[in-house]
């Protein structure tokens, strides 16, 4: 199974909005409704954000949101802010109970 | 609050084997499905492995199909991974993770391991 494609980065200044996307194929991402979202500061564990293209865990500020169209799934931080800045990973289940990640987008907040 | 605690990685030898354990704690650790997911460096995470909530069934990443071996321990609230044949590709931090909803919800923080000669 070949990683998620994601762009190695984007930025924004603070309060503006950054859009980061992850194209897969229709045996991943166009398949199943089941896209995940992590964002990764340095030196720590990744931290889930969106699950289910667009469902946010308790305690994930609502500035964080995802969509998805065929086989490429977005996240979208809206009203960017310091601490926003990490490395974000999309995932998405493959069936077969298997799971691929993208390669990461690292977001800079100018 | 979930926690989840890895241990046991370390520096190995090609062919060399490694037993890597989870402890966790804050949620009824026998209810719910158990994964693996490495992240090798400067790369993306890739999962690894991944148990049902009473052991029973297991499934496998390709990359590491009959060289690791994922097992849990209910009343011990333990999630364990046996590595066996490593390879210097294997090379990574390797996190335990709840998996809820098709998603890994809980990270432990990792533990590093290295395979070089």
């Known amino acids: 199974q070949s990683a998620l494609t994601q762009p190695p980065s984007a930025s924004g200044s603070p309060g503006q909005s950054v859009t980061i996307s992850c194209t897969g194929t229709?045996?991943?991402?166009?398949?199943?409704?089941?896209v995940s979202w992590y964002q990764q500061h340095p030196g720590k564990a990744p931290k889930l954000m969106i699950c289910e293209v667009n469902k946010r865990p308790s305690g994930v500020p609502d500035r964080f949101s995802g969509s998805k169209s065929g086989n490429t799934a977005s996240l979208t931080v809206s009203g960017l802010q310091a601490e926003d800045e990490a490395d974000y990973y999309c995932s998405s289940y493959t069936g077969g109970n298997g799971w691929v990640f993208g390669g990461g987008t690292k977001v800079t907040v100018l | 609050e979930v926690q989840l605690v890895e241990s046991g990685g370390d520096l190995v030898q090609p062919g060399g084997s490694l037993r890597l354990s989870c402890a966790a704690s804050?949620?009824?650790?026998?209810?719910?499905?158990m994964a693996w997911v490495r992240q090798g460096p400067g790369k993306g995470p890739e999962w690894v492995a991944k148990?049902?909530?009473?052991?029973?069934?297991?499934y496998y990443a390709d990359s590491v199909k009959g060289r690791f071996t994922v097992s849990r321990d209910n009343a011990q609230n333990s999630l364990y991974l046996q590595v066996d044949s490593l390879r210097v590709e294997d090379t990574a931090v390797y996190y335990c993770?709840?998996?809820?909803?098709?998603?890994?919800?809980?990270w432990g923080q990792g533990t590093l391991v290295t395979v070089s000669s």
């Open positions: 229709s045996s991943d991402v166009g398949g199943y409704n089941h």
């Open positions: 804050g949620f009824t650790f026998s209810s719910y499905m």
């Open positions: 993770a709840l998996d809820a909803d098709y998603s890994f919800k809980s």
């Open positions: 148990i049902k909530a009473d052991g029973r069934e297991k």
